[in-house]
Nanobody
């Protein structure tokens, strides 16, 4: 089993940056692909980015491509999401998730979820 705890959210002005972290418990972190998702008020949870087990494969939603960067440190059991050039429409609760396979952008492929961290971008 994997437990995930996100941190790093907060209030930032448009154009600003944040770095989200997701710390994972368990010895098998390096065998999971990891994803970031977000859910804005009144909207469904949506895919943001994913990274393969060894960090070699990364994918992004079109809405964040070129602005967000996903990375992982398997020695620290942590996955990161760097958020740059933030926009008010990026406001959401951001969740990290772990998949034992290639999770990609499909929520059902992710078995473990954190509780989320809130990112608020003011205009």
């Amino acid at each position: 089993q994997v437990q995930l705890v996100e941190s790093g959210g907060g209030l930032v002005q448009a154009g600003g940056s944040l770095r989200l972290s997701c710390a994972a418990s368990g010895r098998t972190f390096s065998s999971y692909s990891m994803g970031w998702f977000r859910q804005a008020p009144g909207k469904e949870r949506e895919f943001v980015s994913t990274i393969g087990w060894n960090g070699g494969s990364t994918y992004y939603a079109d809405s964040v491509k070129g602005r967000f960067t996903i990375s992982r440190d398997n020695a620290k059991n942590t996955v990161y999401l760097q958020l740059n050039s933030l926009k008010p429409e990026d406001t959401a609760v951001y969740y990290c998730a772990a998949s034992p396979s290639l999770g990609g952008g499909s929520l059902p492929r992710y078995d473990y979820w954190g509780r989320g961290t809130l990112v608020t971008v003011s205009s």
